[in-house]
């Protein structure tokens, strides 16, 4: 039932939660299920899982829808929602009745391209990229103790607030000048770079701070805007930039000398903490006085030994004659012990030469010996010895063949004592095998 009630005059006076009510059931009934497409901003994921965020239309019309999508919705996604993103929703047109606010209740995502920002974003850091703007060995390292620091960002934002914070707790000996430029909108990027001319031109800081706070990536987009990045590439001054949040990237992060994550991350690493430098000069002072109490014992130690010899001279005379009567003596027995070292040896090496030709004449006997035996067994009369003759044709021709023979051949036959003439009776050749 819709909650209205008629006035005297016939008119109808809607309460404010019936009207809600009705405006939620027409755009139910109307736009129950539809597709809508469009880039994404301001995307955040809450910690419970809900993420919202607002989508717009990729030609830069000013027209921009409130979107929820609640997690279990979202626990469906197959890539990570990012501001500048194209995509095409499926859901429904609802009205978030506390605040009476038009929303639309996302039940699917898909990817459908990159966004028109995104998009220009890409191609810049590609063109800047090949011409050496982000290149590591441009990038120029920080003073260790800078005196003064210069923020350049809204005196309006949160971000200069963070950063003068974090230099008074961490660095309070360091001062602070600050550059105010607007750091959103159409008038940002040329005010940025005038900030940074100005800067530059006073020279009259150590490190310049570029900052501000997080936003989309609409609102960031002056940091990516090619002139603000090309300023701070040829900063004579060193840059931190400090823009956004933690996963917030623009091009001025990348042709900076260093990136920080947040605007209070820029500022502790440009100044050193001055606790830290407290503590370094407390353990240098411990160190030297350590030394210095080294030193001094040292030193007074020595002196008391050089006391202690000029107290008693006759104690160092007498050590000195000591010494010289003890080389005294190894003086005089020197030559005496060094012919009886000599003759030792000679005792030593007198035997050697008779023990030398007494092995070489064993050794050479026992070859002889060898050598004999082996002559003897090959003599050929003590094979005869053992029953063996051989014959001959009677001319001293040996006979090693029968091929040789035929039957009434005379023959020599040669033994061991004597010699026999024969005659062949008959040839018997082995049969071949």
């Not at 539809?34 to 419970?48: D, K, L």
């Not at 940002?188 to 990536?217: F, Q, T, Y």
Request: glycine share 8%; net charge positive; charged share 25%.
């Amino acid at each position: 039932m819709i909650d209205g009630r008629e006035t005297a005059s016939n008119r109808r006076v809607w309460g404010v939660a019936g009207l809600v009510e009705a405006i939620s059931q027409s755009l139910a009934e109307r736009f129950s299920v539809v597709v809508v497409g469009g880039e994404i901003s301001g995307f955040t994921r809450a910690a419970s899982g809900h993420c919202y965020f607002g989508v717009k239309d990729a030609d830069g019309q000013a027209a921009s829808l409130r979107c929820a999508m609640f997690r279990r919705a979202a626990a469906m996604l197959d890539f990570t929602p990012a501001d500048g993103a194209l995509v095409e929703l499926r859901g429904r047109v609802a009205v978030y009745e506390p605040r009476g606010e038009l929303q639309f209740v996302v039940e699917a995502m898909r990817r459908a391209g990159a966004g028109t920002l995104y998009e220009q974003f890409l191609r810049l850091r590609e063109r800047l990229a090949a011409e050496g703007l982000f290149d590591a060995d441009r990038k120029r390292a920080l003073p260790a103790m800078p005196q003064r620091i210069g923020v350049v960002t809204s005196t309006a934002g949160a971000a200069l607030h963070d950063v003068l914070t974090a230099l008074a707790r961490r660095a309070p000996q360091v001062e602070v000048v600050v550059y105010p430029s607007p750091v959103q909108g159409g008038e940002a990027p040329p005010a940025l770079v005038n900030a940074l001319r100005i800067a530059n031109a006073r020279a009259e800081v150590d490190v310049l701070l570029l900052v501000r706070g997080g936003g989309s990536l609409e609102d960031l987009w002056a940091f990516n805007d090619e002139r603000v990045v090309r300023a701070v590439a040829t900063s004579a001054v060193p840059v931190i930039c400090g823009v956004g949040h933690e996963t917030d990237i623009t091009l001025s992060d990348l042709a900076a000398d260093l990136r920080a994550p947040t605007p209070t991350a820029a500022a502790e690493l440009a100044a050193p903490s001055r606790d830290g430098l407290l503590q370094q000069l407390a353990t240098l002072e411990r160190g030297l006085t350590l030394r210095l109490d080294h030193r001094l014992q040292t030193l007074g130690q020595r002196l008391d030994r050089i006391a202690l010899r000029l107290a008693r001279p006759s104690d160092a005379l007498a050590r000195q004659r000591r010494l010289l009567d003890l080389l005294a003596q190894r003086a005089a027995a020197a030559p005496g012990r060094r012919v009886e070292l000599q003759r030792q040896r000679l005792a030593h090496l007198a035997p050697r030469p008779a023990r030398a030709l007494a092995e070489t004449l064993r050794r050479q006997t026992t070859r002889l010996d060898a050598l004999q035996a082996r002559l003897q067994a090959l003599d050929p009369q003590h094979v005869l010895a053992r029953g063996y003759a051989w014959l001959d044709d009677g001319q001293g021709g040996a006979i090693t063949s029968v091929q040789a023979l035929q039957a009434s051949t005379e023959v020599r036959a040669v033994l061991a004592d004597g010699s026999a003439d024969m005659q062949v009776l008959r040839v018997r050749p082995l049969p071949a095998g």
